[in-house]
């Protein structure tokens, strides 16, 4: 029980949902499988396989290419609304433009849809979930602003295909996580490394990209479809490593700017464009370290009014929160922009570790940042579109179920404060690719036996706790399942 409740029985209303997340690269394999063309991320991979901590690759991965149906039969088995997934571009379009089709792809995704509608499980679909068509990275990926139109031009395919089954679209996953570890630095895929521009100019093409395809969809399959588009970015909570204290709390405000405020102001605030403190300190430190113009690229009051309020609602991927203090003398690399928001991060003392590194269980900071985008963008709609946690392999997993419980419990708190939040989804349905980590942190809420030829998926408790919350809508912390069969056959 957390300090800060009151044991008072909250309840998800009906219609809130409940869903669990995964992503193509992560899960499909199949990487040249039918016509599928490379993506950044298989590129990334085979050309330095030393960059995955286990030395894995995704190339079967949870082969859901071949086993998607047992998949919608474990979201049966859990009782969700929805299951979010993501197209992998490269699989339908292999060089990324629309002029070659691979149309053994796009049966992939309607066999894949029609099985979830089969069982009463909405599609929630994502876009671009990191994997990019290695194509279009060879003319510049996210740095070449023509990806607006090529990224347009692969939407419309999508929707003209699927428009009419799928009523929840998220056009990128994390573009924030894209632009910072894949174009500043090559800590991901493609590896750009470009310091203290990469992140920036990449940003702006995403943004821009983004609300292209919700323009899209508003004007030509809104009222047909009756569906929203949103996106997904990358937002835990950044607290003060001081409590009450004026400069640790402009520190901490800083960062939120610098970190999600970048691609949540220019859609959902009321001003738009990127943040004021962003603007004025990458201004400043541009000027200072000798450059004409400021590395962080100005958007036109054309630009600023066109991405604000395209989205239909954001999601959030909400995970941990960060302690954070001003970094004084830069530890950072300059220019990056890491040096522009300079700060120093660490985590509660008390916060359970999970098997990532930066992932510690702080449920708190998910009930803080509802409150900010609250009062900063006005009750937006909220989707939680992924929050969870990583073990090591093994079917009892306390340490998810306590967490998962953390989280809900700060959620309803939340929604009782008055936040719209539509649904909440678990990262992840199954154990699956963990980008540079391979398989050693495992996020599923089903275990995934690698070494099998059927990658043998089994239930873990939190499967079976995450079912009983669906069911009862509460949160109960003392409930424990009779044994760790979910099928109930
Ligand atoms: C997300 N952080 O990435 C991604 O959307 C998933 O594909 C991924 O598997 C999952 O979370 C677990 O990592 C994140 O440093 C990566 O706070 C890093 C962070 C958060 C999310």
Same mark, same amino acid.
């Given at each position: 029980?957390? $300090?800060?409740?009151?044991?008072?029985?909250?309840?998800?209303?009906?219609?809130?949902?409940?869903?669990?997340?995964?992503?193509?690269?992560?899960?499909?394999?199949?990487?040249?499988?039918?016509?599928?063309?490379?993506?950044?991320?298989?590129?990334?991979?085979?050309?330095?396989?030393?960059?995955?901590?286990?030395?894995?690759? =995704?190339?079967? /991965?949870?082969?859901?290419?071949?086993?998607?149906?047992?998949?919608?039969?474990?979201?049966?088995?859990?009782?969700?609304?929805?299951?979010?997934?993501?197209?992998?571009?490269?699989?339908?379009?292999?060089?990324?433009? /629309?002029?070659?089709?691979?149309?053994?792809?796009?049966?992939?995704?309607?066999?894949?849809?029609?099985?979830?509608?089969?069982?009463?499980?909405?599609?929630?679909?994502?876009?671009?979930?990191?994997?990019?068509?290695?194509?279009?990275?060879?003319?510049?990926?996210?740095?070449?602003?023509?990806?607006?139109?090529?990224?347009?031009?692969?939407?419309?395919?999508?929707?003209?295909?699927?428009?009419?089954?799928?009523?929840?679209?998220?056009?990128?996953?994390?573009?924030?996580?894209? $632009?910072?570890?894949?174009?500043?630095?090559?800590?991901?895929?493609?590896?750009?490394?470009?310091?203290? %521009?990469?992140?920036?100019?990449? =940003?702006?093409?995403?943004?821009?990209?983004?609300?292209?395809?919700?323009?899209?969809?508003?004007?030509?399959?809104?009222?047909?479809?009756?569906?929203?588009?949103?996106?997904? !970015?990358?937002?835990?909570?950044?607290?003060?490593?001081?409590?009450?204290? *004026?400069?640790?709390?402009?520190?901490?405000?800083?960062?939120?700017?610098?970190?999600?405020?970048?691609?949540?102001?220019?859609?959902?605030?009321?001003?738009?464009?990127?943040?004021?403190?962003?603007?004025?300190?990458?201004?400043?430190?541009?000027?200072?370290?000798?450059? %004409?113009?400021?590395?962080?690229?100005?958007? %036109?009051?054309?630009?600023?009014?066109?991405?604000?309020?395209?989205?239909?609602?954001?999601?959030?991927?909400?995970?941990?929160?960060?302690?954070?203090?001003?970094?004084?003398?830069?530890?950072?690399?300059?220019?990056?922009?890491?040096?522009?928001?300079?700060?120093?991060?660490?985590?509660?003392?008390?916060?359970?570790?999970?098997?990532?590194?930066?992932?510690?269980?702080?449920?708190?900071?998910?009930?803080?940042?509802?409150?900010?985008?609250?009062?900063?963008?006005?009750?937006?709609?909220?989707?939680? *579109?992924?929050?969870?946690?990583?073990?090591?392999?093994?079917?009892?997993?306390?340490?998810?179920?306590?967490?998962?419980?953390?989280?809900?419990?700060?959620?309803?708190?939340?929604?009782?404060?008055?936040?719209?939040?539509?649904?909440?989804? !678990? #990262?992840?349905?199954?154990?699956?690719?963990?980008?540079?980590?391979?398989?050693?942190?495992?996020?599923?809420?089903?275990?995934?036996?690698?070494?099998?030829?059927?990658?043998?998926?089994?239930?873990?408790?939190?499967?079976?706790?995450?079912?009983?919350?669906?069911?009862?809508?509460?949160?109960?912390?003392? #409930?424990?399942?009779?044994?760790?069969?979910?099928?109930?056959?």
């Amino acid at each position: 029980i957390d $300090c800060w409740s009151d044991n008072k029985q909250r309840k998800f209303k009906n219609d809130f949902l409940f869903g669990a997340a995964s992503a193509a690269y992560q899960i499909e394999g199949g990487w040249d499988a039918h016509g599928k063309g490379e993506s950044v991320w298989d590129k990334f991979i085979h050309d330095k396989p030393s960059r995955v901590k286990d030395g894995t690759t =995704a190339d079967v /991965a949870c082969n859901s290419y071949k086993f998607y149906k047992r998949d919608v039969e474990m979201l049966k088995e859990l009782g969700v609304d929805y299951y979010r997934f993501s197209i992998s571009w490269p699989r339908l379009l292999p060089e990324g433009l /629309a002029n070659i089709r691979n149309e053994i792809g796009f049966d992939y995704y309607e066999n894949l849809i029609d099985e979830l509608l089969k069982n009463e499980i909405m599609p929630m679909v994502t876009l671009n979930h990191f994997d990019l068509p290695q194509k279009l990275q060879e003319l510049g990926g996210w740095m070449n602003e023509d990806i607006i139109d090529w990224f347009e031009d692969y939407a419309k395919l999508v929707f003209e295909r699927f428009g009419k089954k799928v009523k929840y679209w998220i056009t990128f996953n994390q573009p924030d996580t894209v $632009c910072r570890y894949g174009y500043e630095t090559d800590f991901f895929a493609p590896g750009v490394n470009q310091k203290g %521009t990469g992140e920036y100019t990449c =940003a702006k093409n995403i943004l821009l990209a983004h609300a292209r395809v919700w323009h899209l969809y508003n004007k030509e399959y809104k009222q047909k479809y009756k569906g929203s588009v949103g996106i997904a !970015v990358s937002l835990n909570w950044f607290d003060p490593l001081k409590n009450n204290d *004026t400069e640790h709390a402009e520190v901490a405000e800083r960062y939120r700017q610098f970190t999600f405020g970048l691609y949540t102001n220019p859609i959902f605030s009321k001003e738009g464009d990127f943040p004021a403190v962003v603007k004025s300190i990458v201004a400043k430190k541009s000027k200072e370290q000798g450059y %004409t113009k400021s590395r962080l690229p100005s958007l %036109t009051s054309e630009e600023i009014k066109y991405l604000r309020g395209s989205a239909d609602f954001l999601g959030i991927n909400h995970y941990t929160t960060v302690l954070v203090k001003d970094a004084k003398q830069s530890t950072h690399e300059a220019p990056s922009c890491f040096d522009d928001a300079n700060v120093e991060s660490s985590y509660g003392e008390h916060w359970e570790k999970s098997k990532s590194e930066w992932l510690r269980s702080a449920p708190y900071g998910l009930y803080k940042a509802c409150l900010w985008l609250n009062k900063n963008y006005d009750y937006p709609t909220i989707f939680i *579109t992924e929050n969870g946690w990583s073990t090591d392999a093994g079917l009892v997993d306390d340490s998810r179920v306590r967490n998962m419980r953390g989280y809900l419990d700060a959620l309803l708190l939340a929604i009782e404060d008055g936040t719209e939040v539509l649904g909440y989804t !678990v #990262w992840s349905l199954m154990d699956n690719f963990e980008w540079t980590s391979g398989y050693s942190e495992r996020f599923g809420l089903y275990e995934v036996d690698f070494e099998s030829d059927q990658r043998t998926r089994t239930a873990r408790k939190s499967a079976l706790v995450y079912k009983q919350i669906i069911k009862s809508r509460i949160v109960e912390h003392g #409930w424990e399942p009779k044994s760790l069969d979910i099928s109930g056959k």
